[in-house]
């Protein structure tokens, strides 16, 4: 199974406690430049946010049920999160509780798995109560 396939597999699992965002970077092989032999497209690197957009489209179309926003030209979200190549996180209240390591070889979609599994089965088991006085 591959990465996005497992990961789009994730998303439909856990659709009902976690919203997905996929937040595309500037291209870590382009078509000119670090060639990757096993590139499912050929994206040259990206001169504007035009270009940016563009490939995010293709993105799009691999992760249904998720949400694909795009990094600036000045790639600050890769910068502030250190995802290059790829990474996962998990988000709660505003607050990372997950950080997975640096794809390719970092890149753990089991860990992600895991800790989402074991937050519905905590959501699950909490007794929570809310009383009006």
Same mark, same amino acid.
């Given at each position: 199974?591959?990465?996005? &396939?497992? %990961?789009? +597999?994730?998303?439909?699992?856990?659709?009902?406690?976690?919203? %997905?965002?996929?937040?595309?970077?500037?291209?870590?092989?382009? &078509?000119?430049?670090?060639? &990757?032999?096993?590139?499912?497209?050929?994206?040259?690197?990206? +001169?504007? =946010?035009?270009?940016? =957009? +563009?490939?995010?489209?293709?993105?799009?179309? *691999?992760?249904?049920?998720?949400?694909?926003?795009?990094?600036?030209?000045?790639?600050? &979200?890769?910068?502030?999160?250190?995802?290059? %190549? *790829?990474? =996962?996180?998990?988000?709660?209240?505003?607050?990372?509780?997950?950080?997975?390591?640096?794809?390719?070889?970092?890149?753990?979609?089991? *860990?992600?798995?895991?800790? =989402?599994?074991?937050?519905?089965?905590?959501?699950?088991?909490?007794?929570?109560?809310?009383?009006?006085?």
């Amino acid at each position: 199974m591959t990465r996005l &396939s497992a %990961f789009q +597999r994730v998303v439909r699992q856990y659709a009902d406690i976690a919203d %997905f965002l996929v937040v595309y970077i500037e291209e870590a092989h382009p &078509s000119d430049g670090w060639v &990757s032999s096993d590139a499912p497209y050929q994206i040259p690197k990206h +001169r504007c =946010l035009e270009d940016r =957009l +563009r490939a995010a489209q293709l993105m799009l179309a *691999e992760v249904p049920g998720s949400n694909v926003v795009v990094d600036n030209m000045d790639n600050e &979200s890769n910068a502030a999160y250190g995802a290059y %190549f *790829e990474r =996962l996180y998990i988000v709660v209240d505003e607050r990372v509780v997950y950080q997975g390591g640096r794809g390719p070889e970092g890149y753990r979609i089991s *860990e992600l798995r895991n800790w =989402l599994e074991q937050y519905r089965n905590d959501r699950m088991n909490s007794h929570t109560a809310v009383l009006h006085v």
